[in-house]
């Protein structure tokens, strides 16, 4: 498990203070995975999409792809897995409204999307809407985002 930085201890999602989860950005990497927020088995790894997801992903359908595992970038819109206060233990839910806002603002400072990346592929509402906040799921869903520029 990865302690949180610092910089953490004022984010809604603090908590414990324990399970942070860095991006993975292997050197060359041209695709980055981009999920909602870790698991379990992520925060005690200290690695994005090692869990259900990423085994589905790394089993499934990377294989289809032709792309090279092994340098497939990966990281989350937020970095811990969140406490429901109340909760005795931690569950894949997301926090709600101004909470999930704030923690989803909070974690804009660890993004990074390296010069080689070609493509992202965001796995959900939270990371699409990291992306662009006027975005929509369900309008977005199969399509490629235009970049930049074009």
Request: contains cysteine.
């Amino acid at each position: 498990m990865v302690a949180k930085p610092d910089e953490c201890k004022n984010c809604v999602l603090y908590g414990d203070g324990q399970g942070f989860v860095p991006g993975f950005f292997p050197e060359g990497a041209e695709l980055l995975i981009y999920g909602q927020n870790p698991g379990e088995q992520e925060e005690k790894s200290g690695v994005p999409l090692v869990g259900a997801t990423g085994a589905m992903l790394n089993k499934d359908y990377l294989p289809l792809t032709g792309v090279d595992i092994d340098r497939v970038a990966k990281d989350n819109a937020i970095r811990c897995r969140w406490h429901k206060p109340g909760d005795r233990k931690k569950g894949n839910e997301l926090p709600k409204g101004k909470q999930l806002e704030e923690a989803i603002e909070h974690c804009r400072q660890y993004d990074y999307v390296p010069d080689t990346i070609r493509l992202i592929m965001c796995m959900g509402v939270v990371s699409l809407a990291k992306f662009n906040p006027q975005l929509k799921q369900f309008e977005w869903r199969g399509h490629l985002l235009p970049q930049e520029g074009e």
